[in-house]
DNA sequence: TCATATAACTTAATTGATTAAGAAGATAGT
DNA sequence: ACTATCTTCTTAATCAATTAAGTTATATGA
């Protein structure tokens, strides 16, 4: 048995290799009856289709979008958000008929894949410097979202007007603030900010959320002691657990948690009542994103919703579209128990 | 500005489209004047070597092997066993000049990348059993490690053999037996298999490993009650600590510490000296894997060593070769404190 | 000096598909 | 009955590369 190709199956049914390609790819194009057996007989062959390399190479497009996760692919398991968001974009994907493959940010080598796939959509600032290099430097399309890439357009929300938000709804005059934040320096493990150099200023939410707290308080008259903005390496329990612990052992004991993500807020709340404090009145709270078991909890979170999925089906679309500019999604403060 | 491809870049520099192909894939095909020029002239204009797709469709391989992790990708960053299988894998692919591509085995559809690599490199059997349907009919190369797939090569070391071997180096007549075990059901938290069905029998090493437990036990006049066998879903420190917890408290508590990774085995030792149980006395404790940690851990844990990174070569050198039988490698009983 | 070998390129067939343009036959409208 | 249109399928150019075979020109050996 030789290889399977168009062509020895076509010349296997006695027919021209267009007509088998047609069956595939374009079913207006020949009898109902002929398409069938056709489909038919290349099911008995095993040949599953048209190659995919030859068909990218003639076609000038593979129909695979590359989408790269900021760091391992288990953060998109574990954390809500970020898979609300991929749901969101194999969902608009599978509306325009192309396929999704995932890769973590970490060990990636774009110049492998590149010429596999239509292009990137990058979520979230890789840590893998060399990976953003390479993004700069690929001719194919590439998308940035929660991050920018100079002349790359992007997809976002206004970290910094949000953040300002969320904080004015829960500062008060001679509060002491806390920042639990997420990703502040290059670091692994939970610890305050201090005089550490920032990681990424440019680029980063974390950084753009930071400012819009500071810019709050500034309002409020109050000042933000590099001691109480804490860097956590990635929104999960226990890094959460245990930089809320820290933050709530502080003296002065802080009388507001500004929580850069929900999973955060959460863990700081359950901390807090654990201590025996009250919430609202002995200390408030709020998040960032917006997930649903921060309504099922008990006091129900302040945070800002941004609609991840919606996200994800934007984020494809812009990739689509011909359309360089960067857009800002809207997002949605909600106010809950905890302020 | 046209595309840039072979073509255009040729008839750019005067020359023919062989010789720019020869000048990146053969160098002594070419004057070495000439190749510098050529490289040099393609750096300027932004032409990063020739198009993989059209590449690989012509040379009819493209020079990329896919790695398949069991889970997630934070499985292999997190445990060490795996970190160093894929150590080993890169290095010898390395040397043979071919690139590696990492897939999860969760939500990846072999049937978009399979035209675009040599062949799979499965590590563990994947939970997504159409990922296994897929690869059965598959018709790239297939190798799997650490599990069996009917027709292809494979590469494991004995483990029901190994297993009895650790268990015999540590059991006594009228020993307690608990065996804390790596994804024996299908279920996502710790727990004791009790009754419930084995998750996927003929394939999992887990059933073997559990096999050469029961051997040995069998040959020391012990049996084992299915309360004492516990399933924990993944490898990592809070999964086998809990299932260490409820294990150490049952009653009668065991006297013999079966364990399926290292990982769990230190995790063991450290709930048992927390409860102020002396090791070996009170209690013995025996892994699997070898880990440098138990090395440095005291007391020392008595395991099976299986030389993960001489595994990852090995899994290369059977994917690269012809011969499609599968090939056990060897391990070591080393006996620490522990027993 | 002439045959032979070597080095440095080029020519052109080939890889597995897509698709515009063309051909042959069937159907419909007047 | 004749033309126009539609359906159904084929022909052949093309995508971006690789590589065996062929062509010069230069060097080597006797």
Redesign the pocket.
């Known amino acids: 048995m030789s290889?399977l190709?168009?062509?020895s199956v076509a010349k296997n049914l006695g027919?021209?290799?267009?007509?088998i390609?047609?069956a595939?790819?374009r079913p207006d194009?020949?009898?109902v009856a002929?398409r069938q057996k056709i489909l038919q007989a290349c099911h008995e062959l095993g040949y599953f289709g048209?190659?995919k390399a030859?068909?990218s190479?003639?076609?000038?497009s593979s129909g695979i979008v590359a989408v790269i996760l900021s760091d391992s692919l288990e953060y998109m398991v574990s954390d809500p958000v970020a898979s609300q968001f991929l749901q969101g974009v194999s969902r608009e994907l599978e509306r325009h008929q192309l396929h999704l493959l995932l890769f973590s940010g970490q060990a990636t080598n774009l110049e492998a894949i590149s010429d596999f796939v239509d292009g990137f959509i990058c979520y979230g600032a890789p840590r893998n410097t060399g990976l953003i290099e390479q993004l700069r430097k690929s001719n194919k399309r590439v998308l940035t979202v929660d991050f920018d890439l100079a002349g790359r357009p992007s997809v976002n929300i206004d970290n910094e007007q949000a953040a300002f938000d969320s904080a004015m709804a829960v500062l008060r005059p001679k509060d002491t603030v806390a920042v639990l934040g997420l990703r502040l320096i290059d670091a692994a493990n939970s610890q305050p900010v201090g005089d550490k150099p920032m990681w990424d200023n440019q680029s980063s939410i974390a950084h753009r959320r930071l400012d819009g707290y500071q810019r709050a308080m500034q309002q409020c008259g109050l000042t933000l002691s590099a001691d109480y903005v804490w860097h956590i390496p990635e929104s999960n329990q226990n890094y959460a657990r245990e930089a809320a612990q820290a933050v709530l052992a502080m003296s002065p004991r802080p009388t507001v948690l500004l929580c850069m993500s929900d999973l955060i807020g959460l863990s700081a709340m359950r901390e807090a009542l654990q201590l025996g404090l009250r919430i609202p009145e002995d200390i408030r709270v709020v998040g960032f994103d917006g997930i649903e078991e921060t309504l099922r909890y008990h006091p129900t979170l302040t945070s800002v919703w941004q609609f991840s999925d919606a996200k994800g089906e934007a984020a494809v679309r812009a990739f689509l579209s011909a359309d360089d500019s960067s857009q800002l999604l809207p997002y949605q403060l909600r106010l809950g128990e905890s302020s």
Do not use: D, I
């Open positions: 290889k190709t168009l062509k027919v021209s290799t267009a007509t390609s047609n595939f790819n194009q020949l009898s002929l048209p190659n030859a068909q190479l003639r076609k000038g």
